[in-house]
Each structure stands twice: as structure tokens, then as C-alpha cells.
């Protein structure tokens, strides 16, 4: 089961934040929250993942609340080449990535 | 992050012969990687642990004998599809845990492999 909950698809304009939502109201204390994403006919690329705090990279932000029931995945400026499926995870150490539907973000111009 | 590679990326094979996937991880050496399949407009669902020096672990509704695996070396894993048929027609991904994996690490996915059987 894939413990996580997303919307099935977002819209974003081409330059804006993209913030995409994820419910995980069953996560336990020692579960990472996981988020990755995969661009159509590829394998899934690692953004980032997070326990507790919030986290920051490269690619993008990890907003995760302070019950940790839920967390937001922000790409600060979409670009059309951010147009992909997106799946936030939900694991604890030792177990496998268990993928659910993602959501499907659409950036437009 | 760690660099992972599949071969080939793409293959068209008749129905009832074999088809070998290969999943090399670049940079460092894995004892385990894992094979996910994933059918169109469906997400990824994992096949099976590889796991260097020992038998494969599979996941419920995997058919062992159907699906081989080999973890060669450190850096190699092989996915076998024995006696394809139209209904394995799917994208193949293999990963790769990026360090110590119970420690809470993250795993890196190939460009994956279509297999179409005809």
C-alpha cells in the first residue's frame, strides 16, 4: 500500500511556484517522507526526501508539517521541462520505495 | 547521486524467446538493486530484490522461474524474461540504493528498458 495521497494532476504556469500537496496522516516516527518524479518513457529521479525538518536543494523544497501528516514538494519557478509525474513516498529505513499514482503536473506557458 | 545505466533501452523480441536486461550502477558498488515493471499509465511496482551473492527475493505474484535474476558483481545485475510473452510487454527500471540503504537513504533509478513482445 502506498500510504501516501495525492491529487491526480496540477496545472502550473511556466515561471511560478509549483506546490504540490501530499497526505500522509499514517506516517510513524521513523518514516522518511520521499518525493521523486518521473518525466514520460524515463526511469524516476531522486528531488529529495526528509524526516522532520524542512528541506532545501538544488531542485526544490520540502515543506513537511509539524505532525507530519502531510508535506509540500515546491519547485520555486516551474519550467516546462518540470512537466512530469510526481510521487511522494513514504518509507522507513530498511524498506522498499512503494509507488502510488503521483501526480501528474502539467506546466504551461 | 549515484549514476545507473540499463541495456538495451529498448527491445522488440517474438513471443516464447528470452530476453536479458542489464543494470550496471556506474560509480560505487551495490550489493542490492531492485527491479521495479511498470505497464502504461500505471506507476511502478517492484519485481525483486537482487542481492549480490545470493538468491533473489521476490515480490507476491512474481514468477521466479519467469523472471531470473543474476547480480553478478558489485556493479551488475541481470533481469532474464524467460518465454516472453504479449502480456510482459512493459518498462523495465532497475535502482540502485545511493549508500547504506536502512539508513535512510535514497535509491537511483535507470532510464529503465522497454520490452515490447510481439
Known amino acids: 500500500d502506498a500510504k501516501t495521497t495525492q491529487p491526480p494532476s496540477m496545472d502550473c504556469a511556466e515561471g511560478r511556484a509549483a506546490n504540490l500537496p501530499c497526505n500522509h496522516s499514517t506516517i510513524s516516527g521513523n518514516e522518511y517522507v520521499y518525493w521523486y518524479r518521473q518525466i514520460h518513457s524515463q526511469g524516476p529521479q531522486y528531488i529529495i526526501h526528509?524526516?522532520?525538518n524542512n528541506e532545501t536543494n538544488e531542485m526544490a523544497s520540502l515543506i513537511i508539517t509539524e505532525d507530519r501528516k502531510s508535506s509540500t514538494l515546491i519547485l520555486p519557478h516551474a519550467t516546462l521541462r518540470d512537466t512530469a509525474v510526481y510521487y511522494c513516498i513514504v518509507r522507513n529505513a530498511g524498506n522498499m520505495l512503494t509507488f502510488g499514482g503521483g501526480t501528474r503536473l502539467m506546466v504551461k506557458p | 547521486g549515484a549514476v545507473v545505466s540499463q541495456h538495451p533501452s529498448w527491445v522488440i523480441c517474438k513471443s516464447g524467446t528470452s530476453v536479458k536486461i542489464e543494470c550496471r550502477s556506474l560509480?560505487?558498488?551495490?550489493?542490492?538493486m531492485f527491479w521495479y515493471r511498470q505497464f502504461p499509465k500505471q506507476s511502478l511496482m517492484l519485481m525483486a530484490t537482487s542481492n549480490e551473492g545470493s538468491k533473489a527475493t521476490y515480490e507476491q505474484g512474481v514468477e521466479k522461474d519467469k523472471f531470473l535474476i543474476n547480480h553478478a558483481s558489485l556493479t551488475l545485475s541481470t533481469l532474464t524474461v524467460t518465454s516472453a510473452h504479449p502480456e510482459d510487454s512493459s518498462f523495465y527500471i532497475c535502482?540502485?540504493?545511493?549508500?547504506?540503504?536502512?539508513?535512510?537513504?535514497?535509491?537511483?533509478f535507470g532510464p529503465g528498458t522497454r520490452l515490447t513482445v510481439l
Open positions: 526528509g524526516l522532520k
Open positions: 535502482s540502485v540504493p545511493g549508500g547504506v540503504w536502512a539508513s535512510g537513504d535514497t535509491q537511483y
Open positions: 560509480d560505487f558498488q551495490a550489493t542490492t
